[in-house]
């Protein structure tokens, strides 16, 4: 009875949803200037009352091939997306208690944890994410994924596609790519059975036309921190990064890194920088410590310091080289195969090294991030090899992404004024 | 021009004055509860001790984990960059040092300047700090002050296997109601923290002469361990645990 009660009231909510989203997404349309959770709001209203306007919701792994989802009306909705959300909302450590009293270790990703605990209680920022008809698990970023949708598949009941990119140790091999490919067809099937029709090829290939579109654009905003002072900061980019995460694919993420480059353009043409007397440039590498952007961002203004670039949100664009826009279908495989997170430490460094030259760094800043293990790894190698090459230091943070009991504010305070005070005194 | 530095550190404050580069004196009390307080107090008592007047000292420089709490300072510094200059004034040679303090252990790596080209610090665990030392020493019901000399009286020292401070406590417990002996134990205690330190000591690329500072290294028991855990040969300076501060004195002289 309380059951069905839930039910009624849940199903009043989404077709309350369904409206406002309407409203919203023609007010949106006329908006010249949309900002970014303007877009997110319609974006997640849309997804929450998917049942009502007939759509189907997919959740997919962040490094997974989103563009055929598109090309079948699916909605695809990112766990970690909302995972850096909790982060950021300082909601992450509640939500990774859950899920340990659920029996999860404390060892395992907390976005993972986040997320699980999340389902259950629809809690968060955002009161849960939309239940999902699908999902699919690309295992390019990291192991763990494969388990977590697992467990989702279980509790919501419904079915799971994994797709499985083999490790890049040092290169790409033929039968690598052959055995991607073949999957690519079975993900189609597996999305023409979901959704009951078919896969439209010409659309798909317009779909991917866009990605590569707003990837191209993400990119290009990313380089105007080439310039000296850097127009915007990596604590910039990780707020714009959210559309190419999630929307890619749309013509709304088009226009507004267009408008984002014009800006940055603009700031570059009058001499404007991120902080207010850049003097010295930083890489930054992993994933965000969300629930200490801020903190840290003004931390390293305060001894003057940029972190012009970083390896994290240039992944969304970083394989760009492997896509044939006249064959987006064929060369996904390659694509979504050879992602920053899935090749071998040497190339990592080789990618690395590249950026140190291209933005004119004069140091690295690694967070070690107890969840993600396959980003982590080899920091203390590529830390090394940048060192020999470049003679360029790097400073380690230990801390997680999410889960705020792994940050110690004093600590991770000492070691960046000292490795700060270590850089002024080198270029003295 | 006589300078100051004051290292407030987690366990004890320390305060030195140095007169053209010449050290006049030092002194080190508890922290306690209150960084700042502890910060003012070593620096007036030090004042007192030497005859001089607030007014005679041209730069205080701050530095430890409290060094932002007092505000009567010219500038606070990190303690990365005290003990690499108050190592390099102490011992010319010096090129790596290991400080072991309270809350934290650190190696550093100078070039021959004296300046910072390398550091670790040890992530947030109390294993392979004095804290740790603390603890094991309530365990065992022995002063902290005669802990080194006792392990040097050890004939095997025992195994020590876990990173935690809570659970290594555990183990030592069990080892002292297993009947082993003291300065078995202390030795094995002093080898779980060389053996922690030294793999911190190896990531940066230590090099002699290597030197230790911080009050930690007083306990010969953990110096011996390091030097055999890093097949190295350990300078300690009388002045090791007010290394610091004196380092932050040296900053006073050449601060613009």
């Known amino acids: 009875m309380a059951e069905k009660k839930t039910e009624s009231m849940n199903l009043v909510q989404e077709i309350f949803l369904y409206f406002l989203a309407g409203i919203r ?20 209203m849309e ?8 759509r189907k919701v997919a959740w997919i792994t962040s490094g997974g091939p989103v563009e055929p989802l598109i090309a079948m009306d699916v909605i695809p909705v990112y766990p970690e997306n909302h995972g850096a959300m909790i982060g950021a909302s300082k909601m992450g450590t509640d939500l990774c208690e859950t899920s340990e009293s659920m029996g999860y270790s404390t060892d395992l990703c907390s976005y993972a944890r986040s997320d699980i605990a999340c389902a259950t209680v629809n809690g968060g920022p955002i009161g849960g994410l939309p239940r999902p008809d699908m999902l699919v698990c690309c295992n390019n970023i990291c192991g763990t994924v494969l388990k977590w949708y697992e467990v989702q598949a279980r509790y919501f009941n419904v079915p799971l596609f994994i797709f499985d990119t083999p490790f890049c140790h040092t290169g790409f091999s033929e039968e690598v790519r052959r055995y991607v490919r073949r999957q690519l067809d079975e993900y189609v099937l597996f999305l023409e059975e979901a959704c009951g029709k078919k896969m439209d090829h010409e659309r798909l290939s317009n779909v991917g036309k866009l990605s590569l579109e707003a990837q191209r654009l993400w990119q290009a905003v990313l380089d105007t921190t080439v310039n000296r002072p850097a127009p915007m900061s990596a604590f910039d980019a990780f707020y714009h990064l959210a559309l190419i995460v999630t929307l890619r694919e749309t013509r709304e993420a088009v226009d507004y890194y267009s408008r984002l480059l014009e800006r940055m353009n603009d700031r570059v043409a009058r001499g404007i920088g991120a902080i207010p007397d850049e003097k010295h440039r930083l890489l930054w590498d992993n994933i965000p410590i969300w629930h200490r952007t801020r903190w840290l961002s003004e931390k390293f203004a305060s001894h003057n310091a940029c972190l012009v670039a970083d390896t994290y949100t240039s992944a969304w664009c970083g394989s760009m080289k492997y896509i044939d826009e006249n064959n987006f279908f064929d060369s996904m495989a390659e694509a979504y195969t050879r992602i920053y997170l899935n090749i071998g430490v040497d190339e990592m460094a080789r990618m690395v090294l590249a950026m140190v030259d291209k933005y004119n760094v004069d140091g690295i800043v690694m967070h070690s991030n107890r969840s993600c293990k396959p980003y982590s790894l080899g920091q203390y190698d590529i830390a090394k090899i940048v060192e020999k090459e470049r003679g360029i230091p790097s400073l380690i943070i230990e801390a997680d992404m999410v889960d705020e009991r792994s940050f110690s504010e ?3 305070a000492t070691r960046i004024d000292a490795f700060m005070e270590m850089i002024k005194a080198m270029r003295q | 021009m006589i300078t100051a530095g004051i290292d407030i550190g987690s366990i004890s404050t320390k305060a030195a004055v140095l007169s053209d580069g010449k ?3 030092t002194r080190v009390i508890f922290t306690g509860y209150h960084a700042e307080a502890a910060g003012r107090t070593v620096f007036e008592e030090l004042l007192t001790e030497l005859g001089l007047e607030r007014s005679a000292i041209r730069r205080v420089i701050s530095t430890g984990y409290g060094r932002n709490s007092v505000k009567f300072v010219d500038k606070a510094v990190t303690e990365i960059t005290c003990h690499g200059v108050g190592a390099f004034y102490l011992d010319p040679g010096a090129r790596s040092i290991i400080d072991i303090g309270g809350q934290d252990s650190k190696v550093i790596v100078i070039d021959e300047k004296g300046k910072v080209k390398n550091f670790a610090m040890n992530d947030k665990c109390a294993a392979g700090t004095g804290r740790f030392l603390e603890v094991m020493a309530r365990a065992l019901e022995v002063d902290l002050g005669v802990f080194g000399n006792l392990s040097l009286k050890a004939g095997s020292p025992s195994r020590i296997s876990s990173l935690c401070t809570v659970f290594a406590e555990s183990e030592v417990i069990s080892l002292i109601s297993g009947g082993e002996h003291r300065e078995n134990i202390i030795a094995g205690i002093h080898e779980s923290i060389a053996a922690r330190v030294a793999a911190m000591a190896n990531r940066v690329g230590v090099v002699p002469p290597l030197v230790m500072t911080g009050g930690v290294a007083k306990n010969m028991g953990v110096v011996k361990a390091l030097e055999k855990k890093l097949e190295m040969t350990i300078r300690v300076s009388e002045y090791a645990q007010v290394n610091g501060a004196i380092g932050a004195a040296v900053l006073g002289m050449s601060m613009k």
């Open chain 1, 25 to 44: 997404r023609t007010l949106l349309r006329f908006k010249k200037r949309k900002k970014i959770k303007e877009i997110l709001t319609v974006y997640y």
């Open chain 1, 410 to 412: 004093s600590q991770v």
């Open chain 1, 47 to 54: 997804a929450k009352s998917a049942r009502i306007s007939g």
């Open chain 2, 23 to 25: 050290l006049l004196g």
